[in-house]
């Protein structure tokens, strides 16, 4: 049995502890191969990754990196006898009140000050976490559950019958083609996007890519570069990121679809001489924050249309 400082000292010295999210544009050609259907399409909401674990008559809230959440049950309405003890719940937390910078904020690990009353009202009121995976907590402690998704997304649903608690539909698709269209519906509707699970897929820590693929709404900007930024390993000498600024605020982007090693050569020789900084890119991001800070920009086809920044996104 995994007790709960066993489990503590795992999250602080694991550097992925779950499983991530690749992009469907991020996805290799060897591992778009490996992708079956049907698989499971379910929306995806525009909130915080939450993991949950029950030890005795704690609840306890954690990030994608492993950190506790400035979070308790109360907030949420939860109680102990609607988890499961030995089981990680992985869950969106969203809120319909906060901004998801606001909310990252207020669940923010770091966080020390207390909320205020407008926050604290709003956490207590509109807090919701969509589940939508089930991994038992010593397989999570390895890293790997062998059971598929079909296995622990059935767990999950047997797990939280009758207890009021949320768990994201699972919509088959028969190919990518359908997918990106259902996406770009959830992306209408207001939601960040879509993620696409494999049905046989097994859980593993670290993993990102076909195990479970996103679509998400991006905003769109044509930016002077300013500066790059070089890789390493295999990467060291090659242009890794390129540096912008948007809002008075410097930022690196890195990469984007159709960045292939031989693109990456090819437009290092073109900033020896002089045709990277200072030229016109298609940057995408996911969104804006309040201060002006792109969230999960990337760098996509140089625009030798235009001469002149944009000031907004389109």
Known sequence: ???????????????????LVCNVDDLSAAAARRLVYPAYAQVKYDGVWCGVVRFGDEIIYF??????????????????GM?????????????????LEELSGAVNPNRVALWDQATNEAMTSASVCYFHDYVP???????????????????????????????????PMDNLEQFEIWSQFRINDGHEGA????????????????HTIKRVRQLHLDLKCIGVEYGKGKFAGLIA???FEYGGKPFF???????????????TN?????????????????????????RLPKTNERRIDKEQPDEKAW
């Not at 397989?139 to 949320?166: H, M, N, P, W």
């Open 1 to 19: 049995m995994i007790v709960e400082q066993q489990f503590f000292d795992h999250l602080a010295t694991t550097a992925k502890p779950v499983q």
């Open 83 to 99: 988890f499961e003890e030995q089981v990680v719940y992985i869950g969106e937390l969203v809120n319909s009140m906060l901004s």
């Open 270 to 294: 073109a900033h020896v001489h002089g045709g990277v900084v200072g030229a016109i890119w298609h940057v995408s991001a996911l969104q804006v924050s309040s201060q002006w800070v792109l």
């Open 63 to 80: 990030s994608r990196t492993g950190k506790r959440f400035y979070l308790d049950a109360a907030t949420l309405n939860h109680t102990p």
């Open 241 to 243: 990121k390129l540096k």
């Open 137 to 171: 907590l010593g397989d999570f402690v390895q890293g790997v559950c062998t059971q598929s998704y079909a296995q622990r997304g059935e767990a999950l649903c047997e797990s939280l019958i009758g207890t009021g608690l949320k768990v994201i539909q699972n919509v």
């Open 195 to 210: 993620v696409l699970k494999q049905i046989g897929a097994s859980w593993v820590a670290g993993h990102k890519s076909f």
């Open 253 to 267: 982007a890195g990469l984007g679809k159709g960045w292939t090693l031989e693109r990456m050569q090819r437009e």
